[in-house]
């Protein structure tokens, strides 16, 4: 199975702040992968795919990169509501495992 | 409105089987794949299964394959996840999602169900 590896685990930010989420591919996963926003008691919600597809409502503050191994989601001016969980996840092979997690607190 | 609606958690004994359902509206389900994804409280999301728009091409996380089987019924709609020989490490919120695609392995979920809660205790 392909190993998704997310850092930092958590971070404190701001809001107004611009800060980046790495994940990391045990093997290059193409540019098959996606991100969420996991909230307390909500279901997740898909921000981005194929590395760097912006979901249709998603805003443009979010945005990804990366192909292979390494990827990024940036989030350029935090909001209040950005506060949460984020997942990234591959979809280049079965099964598609997705990383541990990143906490953005305030 | 697009909409997943699971049902059939519960409590159930360690060993014991249980039947998931998610029942589907708002789009076209025979054009989409479909996943089952969880989440024990307090952990991060764990994938356990996808099923293609035909429903024969299946995939299954290992620590679920032999003993939970998905399924489709593209005329009703709906998609399961039959689980046996349930283990309290299989504790967690069940979602049901919607593939971007026909195929679960190419984009990500863009529609999720509110969850189910599936507690296996004795």
């Known amino acids: 199975d392909i190993q998704m590896t997310q850092s930092p685990s958590s971070l404190s930010a701001s809001v107004g702040d611009r800060i980046t989420i790495t994940c990391r591919a045990s093997q290059s996963i193409r540019a098959y992968l996606n991100w969420y926003q996991g909230k307390p008691g909500e279901a997740p919600n898909l921000l981005i795919y194929a590395a760097s597809s912006l979901r249709r409502g998603v805003p443009s503050r979010f945005s990804g990169s990366g192909s292979g191994t390494d990827f990024t989601l940036t989030i350029s001016r935090l909001q209040p509501e950005d506060f949460a969980i984020y997942y990234c996840q591959q979809s280049f092979s079965s099964p598609p495992t997705f990383g541990q997690g990143t906490k953005v607190e305030i | 409105e697009v909409q997943l609606v699971e049902s059939g958690g519960g409590l159930v004994q360690p060993g014991r089987s249980l039947r998931l359902s998610c029942a589907a509206s708002?789009?076209?389900?025979?054009?989409?794949?479909m996943h089952w994804v969880r989440q024990a409280p307090g952990k991060g999301l764990e994938w356990v299964s996808g099923?293609?728009?035909?429903?024969?091409?299946?995939g299954y996380a290992d620590s679920v394959k032999g003993r939970f089987t998905i399924s489709r019924d593209n005329a009703k709609n709906s998609l399961y996840l039959q689980m046996n020989s349930l283990r309290p490490e299989d504790s967690a919120y069940y979602y049901c999602g919607k593939d971007m695609s026909g195929d679960f392995l190419l984009f990500g979920v863009d529609v999720w169900g509110q969850g189910v809660l599936v507690t296996v205790s004795s």
């Open positions: 099923i293609g728009v035909s429903g024969h091409n299946q």
């Open positions: 708002g789009f076209t389900f025979n054009n989409y794949a």
